[in-house]
Structures are given as structure tokens and as C-alpha cells.
């Protein structure tokens, strides 16, 4: 067991490393080391971490990679074209074998698929006709912040919307896609918090599209924003915030938005790097509790290196758990080598990926004291 110091200006508890339980996977020839899109998968009480390269995938490849034993690891391979053509994919959702769903962002479809390849149906994801965006289409945006999610016969798909919500004030609801499996047919659910509507420009995807999961308790969806010190209780029928729960990480301060968009590169990037952030949620169904990440600010000198194109040191990072009913119960620095999109929950433990290594990802298990 290894305790790795916090270096944040506040002490905050050490998380703890087991390098005895470490996992590591050595990667084929066509797998990339880093991945924005994952998912943890059991598959005939088998463990996976399944993932596809970054957009755009050519091939389309989604990668199964065994836990314990890699005789077991397998890919499967998509066509763009024919009959069983999935076209471009940019992400994908896992539910078995017989059900995967594979997005085509800007040709707004998903095709469902079984693991032969075959195109059981496809599903357009837009209103109107045509490729061409609008002001009320929306595309599919997903990454380990926020997976699709399936209940019953809909299932839930994270959106960025064509139209940037600045322009109309934050106000529309249409963060969320919800999609009747059986019909096709689509809502958009899901605004912002009052925060937002304030008034400013508060940046790109990174600080305006939410997190995203599936609640521990009951059919509710659980939502957490970039820039908002609470975490919302959403229901999952009509898209409205039902209830929120104040949770504030020691190392997020107080952000305020740019008067108006900018197309400036220099304005908007001091600006990504120059607040602190709530980054992803996630679910511990199994230990049944929430984990939180929170990003602070680059340091001045990084901005400027990074601005002008050069290498800036990584910034700060902590992981918060909360209760089954949202409360805080701690907070551990993340430390740098970790990549935020890799905090990986399975049934054997808790593990943050790190991807340094061109040719294998290494998991490693990680325990909170005094939790």
C-alpha cells in the first residue's frame, strides 16, 4: 500500500495506491493509448474496459480489453459503407453483444448493431433533413464525462447543441436527447442552472456541457455542470431539475464569464485555462457512492506557454466522494499522471489509468482512507 502526498496549498487526505492489485493491458497495433470514450463492461461475469480510438476512427474500431486474462480480449470492426455501414463513428454506446450502438455525430445517425457487424436499424437523429446544422439540431456529444445511458425503451444521449447557447441566453432545453427505441421518435430535455442564464459567454464544451449519469437511487438522472457548486436530481421523464444538493470543492473559486463570445483564440483559451471547473461525475454502483472530479486553473506561466504553443506544466486536480445522497465525505488530490477521463469503477475495485506508455495502459487500484 502506497499513500501519494498532496502538494495542493490545502492538506487534503492521501489517496491509497495497492500496486499489488494493478492491472495492465498491453494494446494491439491499431489502439490508441488515449481515449476520451470508454465504458466498464461485465460480460458473462468477465470484466472489460471497452473503448474506441479519438474521433475520427478509421477504421471503426471498438476495442475489448480483459481485465484478468487477455486471451479474452477481443475488437470488433464496423464498416463505413453498404448495407452494414455505420458510416463515420465518433462514439458509441455498449449495452450486450446483441445491442450496440454506434453514432455517426455529423451525419446526425446511429445505426444499431449487433458484434457481427450486422445493422440491425438505423435512427436519425434530426429533425429536419439534410447534413447541414441548425438552429434546433443538436449532435451527439459523448466522452467518460458523460455516456449514453438506457432505461426501458428509451435511451438517453448527451447533446451539444449546433446552435452555441449563448446565443440564445442559455435558455433552451436541449442538452439531452431521449430516443423511443421502438418508434425513433426524440425529445430534447435538459437546460441549464439559473447560473448560466446570468448573462456572459461561459465558453466551449468544456465548461458548458454537464455530466451526466444515472442516479443510485431510483429512475433519476444525476447532472453536474462545469461551473456550478451543486449537483442536480433530474427526472428522467421531462428534463427538469427536481431537486439540488450544494457540494463545493476546496480547490474551485469563484468564476466569472467573459463579457461576450469571442472567436479569439488567445481570449478563449486564458479562459478554459484560467478557471477552476467541476470536470466529470461518476457512479459507484457497487460501493454505492459518487465520485467528483474538480480541475483548477493553469498557473499564469502555463497559460502563456500554452498560448503561445509551447508546453506548459499539467494543472491541479482532486476527486471528491460523496454519499449515495450526494453529501461530501472527502477529498484526495489527483495526482498529475492520472488522466481525468480514466477513473474506471468495477465490481473487484477503483482504478485510475495511467496511459504514459505508448503500448500498454496500466490501471491502478486506488482506496480512500477513513471512507
Excluded at 476520451?36 to 471503426?60: A, G, K, T
Excluded at 445505426?111 to 445493422?119: E, K, P, Q, R, T
Excluded at 459523448?142 to 435558455?171: H, Q, V, W
Excluded at 443510485?216 to 431537486?243: H, Q
Amino acid at each position: 500500500m502506497i499513500q501519494k502526498k498532496s502538494n495542493f496549498e490545502k492538506e487534503f487526505q492521501d489517496l491509497l495506491f495497492h500496486p499489488e492489485n494493478d492491472i495492465e493491458i498491453s494494446l494491439n497495433d491499431l489502439s490508441s493509448n488515449f481515449f476520451m470514450l470508454s465504458q466498464e463492461v461485465s460480460i458473462s461475469n468477465d470484466e472489460f474496459l471497452v473503448y474506441c480510438n479519438p474521433f475520427p476512427n478509421d477504421p471503426n474500431l471498438i476495442f475489448f480489453y480483459n481485465l484478468v486474462d487477455s486471451a479474452k480480449s477481443f475488437t470488433l470492426d464496423f464498416k463505413s459503407e453498404g448495407p452494414n455501414g455505420v458510416g463515420e463513428m465518433s462514439d458509441f454506446f455498449f449495452h450486450n453483444l446483441d445491442s450496440i450502438f454506434v453514432f455517426d455525430r455529423y451525419s446526425y445517425q446511429m445505426s444499431l448493431v449487433d458484434s457481427s457487424g450486422h445493422v440491425k436499424r438505423k435512427f436519425r437523429l434530426k429533425d429536419s433533413e439534410g447534413i447541414e446544422a441548425d438552429e434546433n439540431s443538436v449532435i451527439p456529444w459523448m466522452d467518460n464525462k458523460s455516456r449514453a445511458i438506457i432505461s426501458d425503451r428509451f435511451l438517453y444521449i448527451p447533446c451539444y447543441p449546433d446552435s452555441d447557447p449563448y446565443f440564445s441566453s442559455y435558455s433552451r432545453e436541449n442538452l439531452l436527447m431521449k430516443l423511443d427505441l421502438i418508434s425513433g421518435d426524440f425529445d430534447l430535455l435538459l437546460g441549464y442552472p439559473m447560473k448560466y442564464k446570468s448573462g456572459g459567454f461561459w465558453g466551449g464544451p468544456e465548461h458548458i456541457l454537464p455530466s451526466i449519469i444515472s442516479s443510485l437511487e431510483g429512475n433519476n438522472l444525476v447532472a453536474s455542470f462545469p461551473f456550478e457548486d451543486s449537483i442536480y436530481s433530474v427526472d428522467s421523464e421531462s428534463g427538469f431539475f427536481k431537486s439540488q444538493v450544494y457540494v463545493k470543492s476546496d480547490i474551485v473559486s469563484q468564476v466569472n464569464p467573459l463579457p461576450e463570445i469571442s472567436l479569439d483564440r488567445k481570449v478563449r483559451t486564458k479562459f478554459q485555462l484560467g478557471n477552476d471547473y467541476y470536470f466529470s461525475i461518476s457512479k459507484d454502483q457497487y460501493r454505492e457512492r459518487y465520485y467528483l472530479i474538480a480541475n483548477k486553473r493553469y498557473s499564469d506561466d502555463s497559460i502563456d506557454k500554452i498560448i503561445n504553443r509551447e508546453s506548459g506544466s499539467p494543472n491541479e486536480q482532486s476527486l471528491m466522494v460523496l454519499s449515495k445522497e450526494l453529501q461530501k465525505i472527502g477529498e484526495y488530490q489527483l495526482p498529475k499522471e492520472f488522466s481525468r477521463y480514466g477513473i474506471f469503477i468495477y465490481k473487484s475495485g477503483v482504478y485510475l489509468l495511467n496511459n504514459e506508455s505508448e503500448n500498454k495502459l496500466i490501471l491502478h487500484n486506488i482506496s480512500f482512507p477513513s471512507i
